[in-house]
């Protein structure tokens, strides 16, 4: 409805994210570097708190639980009205995947640990995915199944500046396919939807990364080999722009000044595979604990208690309190929880 108007807010990487959780946890998607996270974006919220009052958060009422709101999760009460800031983008914008053979992933992020932190324009955010190439009629036939290292960018800003903005990420190997190009915003939305059909064994597991170390990435480009599944993959997502010009505790959102997170993606259709793929999501995550911060971001992190060690001692302290304040019997736990400490 948005881009009928041609406006947008940062949404997900997948258009069937529900907007709720995405935006309580933080918010990474296409247009974060130009615009912010999803929850930056939150001007307002109505929220059914534990004790059944209907509160309404804002920079004027209730700033505290907006606070909370802005990343901490669905800890302090359901959301039953979520108020966005919009942005002139699109509706068509310069974006797309670029596809490199999988023995150049060792090359992308080299390049990518480089390129990604070094004064790139806001107007641009991109991921490098190690991934297999998916059976689409976009990749060459001989491609469907091998691995490959995906380049995805989007430039949120004019779409005659794209091509300059992207030019040297078309420098780094021959590629396989080249899919950067004009096209709608909601097409780039909605490109990875036919990877997560709803049923799918799901399993994420981040961390903040400092920088890619050598140790870190040949780890990385060993483990892109030998994975359990086709539907295993390696996210490396660009941050700084907009998310890092918000004030460290502005927000509950933890953590601003990492060049990358981290992601080790997993999904099958098959539930006796799924342990396999979780054990190979948490060896991605510790072959790079050299280069971690010790943060990471809860909306891609698949198992409970992790929420303190997720936002760190001084933030998680502040969420204690808020939650004491909205929540002390801890009704809302199905989550990445903060308890109490009553």
């Not at 997502?237 to 907009?242: K, P, R």
């Not at 969420?319 to 009704?331: F, G, I, S």
């Amino acid at each position: 409805e948005a881009q009928a108007f041609g406006l947008a807010t940062t949404g997900g990487l997948v258009t069937t994210t529900g907007v709720a959780g995405f935006t309580l946890g933080g918010g990474i998607g296409w247009l974060m570097r130009a615009h912010g996270l999803a929850c930056d974006n939150l001007v307002g919220a109505d929220v059914v708190t534990a004790d059944g009052q209907l509160l309404h958060a804002s920079e004027g009422e209730n700033e505290d639980l907006l606070w909370g709101l802005r990343g901490g999760g669905g800890n302090f009460g359901i959301v039953t009205s979520f108020e966005f800031a919009l942005h002139p983008v699109g509706p068509t914008v310069y974006a797309g995947p670029l596809f490199l053979p999988g023995d150049a992933a060792g090359d992308v992020l080299r390049f990518y640990r480089e390129w990604a932190p070094s004064g790139v324009p806001d107007a641009l955010t991109t991921a490098v995915s190690l991934a297999t190439a998916p059976p689409l009629p976009v990749i060459p036939e001989e491609w469907h199944g091998k691995k490959v290292a995906i380049v995805i960018a989007v430039c949120a800003g004019p779409v005659e500046d794209g091509e300059e903005l992207v030019r040297e990420l078309r420098t780094i190997a021959e590629p396989v396919a080249d899919l950067i190009h004009p096209m709608p915003y909601t097409f780039i939305q909605s490109l990875l939807d036919p990877l997560w059909p709803k049923g799918i064994h799901a399993y994420f597991k981040a961390c903040n990364l400092s920088g890619i170390g050598d140790d870190t990435l040949d780890a990385l480009v060993d483990l892109h080999q030998s994975t359990p599944g086709p539907q295993c993959e390696i996210h490396v997502h660009q941050m700084g722009g907009a998310v890092g010009r918000i004030g460290r505790g502005d927000t509950a959102f933890p953590e601003r000044s990492m060049p990358f997170v981290l992601n080790a993606v997993t999904g099958t259709h098959e539930a006796e595979q799924a342990e396999a793929h979780a054990e190979w999501a948490r060896a991605v995550i510790s072959a790079a604990q050299g280069d971690a911060t010790g943060r990471a971001y809860v909306n891609f992190l698949s198992e409970a208690g992790e929420a303190e060690s997720a936002y760190g001692a001084e933030t998680y302290r502040r969420l204690v309190t808020l939650k004491e304040a909205y929540d002390p019997t801890n009704l809302f736990h199905l989550n990445q929880n903060v308890a109490p400490a009553s």
